[in-house]
Protein backbone atom coordinates (compact mmCIF):
# COMPACT_ATOMS: atom_id res chain seq x y z
CA UNK A 1 0.00 0.00 0.00
CA UNK A 2 0.81 3.56 -0.28
CA UNK A 3 2.05 5.64 2.84
CA UNK A 4 1.39 9.53 1.99
CA UNK A 5 2.48 12.53 4.74
CA UNK A 6 1.08 16.04 4.31
CA UNK A 7 3.28 19.17 5.08
CA UNK A 8 3.28 22.79 4.23
CA UNK A 9 0.31 23.79 6.47
CA UNK A 10 0.37 26.56 9.46
CA UNK A 11 -0.88 29.94 10.24
CA UNK A 12 -1.73 32.88 7.52
CA UNK A 13 -2.67 36.09 7.26
CA UNK A 14 -6.12 36.56 4.89
CA UNK A 15 -4.83 36.82 1.59
CA UNK A 16 -2.23 34.80 2.02
CA UNK A 17 -1.00 31.77 0.29
CA UNK A 18 0.45 28.37 0.97
CA UNK A 19 1.42 25.49 -0.27
CA UNK A 20 0.83 21.64 1.01
CA UNK A 21 2.89 19.04 -0.24
CA UNK A 22 1.74 14.99 0.19
CA UNK A 23 4.61 13.00 0.09
CA UNK A 24 3.90 9.41 -0.95
CA UNK A 25 6.09 6.30 -0.18
CA UNK A 26 5.39 2.85 -1.75
CA UNK A 27 5.60 1.57 -5.10
CA UNK A 28 3.90 3.22 -8.14
CA UNK A 29 2.59 6.32 -7.36
CA UNK A 30 1.96 7.42 -11.23
CA UNK A 31 -0.50 4.49 -10.88
CA UNK A 32 -2.79 6.82 -8.00
CA UNK A 33 -5.59 9.33 -8.52
CA UNK A 34 -4.91 11.83 -5.68
CA UNK A 35 -7.31 14.22 -3.89
CA UNK A 36 -7.37 16.92 -1.24
CA UNK A 37 -10.10 17.09 1.45
CA UNK A 38 -10.43 19.47 4.18
CA UNK A 39 -12.50 19.15 7.72
CA UNK A 40 -12.85 22.04 9.83
CA UNK A 41 -14.23 21.67 13.19
CA UNK A 42 -17.89 19.99 13.65
CA UNK A 43 -18.04 19.85 10.12
CA UNK A 44 -18.30 17.01 7.78
CA UNK A 45 -15.02 15.90 5.70
CA UNK A 46 -15.56 18.16 2.22
CA UNK A 47 -13.86 17.37 -1.12
CA UNK A 48 -11.32 20.35 -1.96
CA UNK A 49 -9.71 18.78 -5.53
CA UNK A 50 -8.80 16.21 -7.07
CA UNK A 51 -5.92 14.83 -9.74
CA UNK A 52 -5.98 11.84 -12.73
CA UNK A 53 -3.44 9.89 -13.16
CA UNK A 54 -2.71 12.11 -16.65
CA UNK A 55 -3.13 15.39 -14.62
CA UNK A 56 -6.92 16.15 -15.48
CA UNK A 57 -7.92 17.75 -12.24
CA UNK A 58 -11.11 19.44 -10.44
CA UNK A 59 -11.70 21.16 -7.46
CA UNK A 60 -14.45 22.52 -5.15
CA UNK A 61 -16.82 25.48 -6.48
CA UNK A 62 -15.47 27.29 -2.68
CA UNK A 63 -11.94 26.97 -3.84
CA UNK A 64 -11.90 27.29 -7.56
CA UNK A 65 -9.80 30.18 -8.83
CA UNK A 66 -7.48 29.94 -6.01
CA UNK A 67 -6.26 26.53 -5.15
CA UNK A 68 -4.52 24.46 -7.89
CA UNK A 69 -3.57 20.98 -7.28
CA UNK A 70 -0.49 19.15 -9.06
CA UNK A 71 1.42 15.74 -8.59
CA UNK A 72 5.19 15.36 -9.82
CA UNK A 73 5.46 11.30 -10.26
CA UNK A 74 9.15 11.56 -10.33
CA UNK A 75 9.18 12.72 -6.60
CA UNK A 76 5.90 10.94 -5.83
CA UNK A 77 3.82 14.18 -4.07
CA UNK A 78 1.04 15.78 -4.87
CA UNK A 79 1.01 19.96 -3.91
CA UNK A 80 -2.12 21.91 -2.87
CA UNK A 81 -1.11 25.73 -4.21
CA UNK A 82 -4.01 27.79 -1.89
CA UNK A 83 -3.62 31.41 -3.23
CA UNK A 84 -5.90 34.15 -1.61
CA UNK A 85 -6.95 32.42 1.41
CA UNK A 86 -9.54 33.38 3.42
CA UNK A 87 -10.92 32.49 7.18
CA UNK A 88 -13.07 30.11 5.82
CA UNK A 89 -10.49 28.07 4.16
CA UNK A 90 -9.29 27.08 7.74
CA UNK A 91 -9.33 23.56 8.25
CA UNK A 92 -6.88 20.26 8.60
CA UNK A 93 -6.25 19.06 5.52
CA UNK A 94 -5.43 15.58 4.11
CA UNK A 95 -4.17 13.86 1.11
CA UNK A 96 -5.96 10.61 -0.41
CA UNK A 97 -5.14 8.14 -2.87
CA UNK A 98 -6.83 5.42 -4.79
CA UNK A 99 -5.55 3.07 -7.51
CA UNK A 100 -7.54 4.27 -10.72
CA UNK A 101 -8.26 1.86 -13.99
CA UNK A 102 -8.48 4.60 -15.99
CA UNK A 103 -5.89 7.38 -16.97
CA UNK A 104 -8.49 10.25 -17.05
CA UNK A 105 -10.40 8.99 -13.70
CA UNK A 106 -10.60 11.29 -10.07
CA UNK A 107 -12.59 10.78 -7.32
CA UNK A 108 -14.49 13.81 -5.75
CA UNK A 109 -16.28 11.63 -2.24
CA UNK A 110 -14.08 10.68 0.58
CA UNK A 111 -15.57 7.63 0.86
CA UNK A 112 -14.26 6.52 -2.66
CA UNK A 113 -10.20 6.78 -1.29
CA UNK A 114 -8.45 3.92 0.54
CA UNK A 115 -5.28 5.79 1.96
CA UNK A 116 -4.66 9.16 4.02
CA UNK A 117 -2.62 11.25 5.05
CA UNK A 118 -2.36 12.08 8.89
CA UNK A 119 -3.70 15.71 7.97
CA UNK A 120 -2.31 19.29 8.15
CA UNK A 121 -3.44 22.20 10.00
CA UNK A 122 -4.42 25.17 7.96
CA UNK A 123 -5.45 28.30 9.73
CA UNK A 124 -6.34 31.78 8.15
CA UNK A 125 -6.59 34.46 10.18
CA UNK A 126 -8.72 37.76 9.34
Known amino acids: QVQLVESGGGLVQTGGSLRLSCAAS????????MGWFRQAPGKEREFVAA???????DCADSVKGRFTISRDNAKSTVYLQMNSLKPEDTAVYYC????????????????????WGQGTQVTVSS
Open 26 to 33: GRTFSSYA
Open 96 to 115: AARLASFSWTYYVSAGQYNY
Open 51 to 57: ISKIDRT
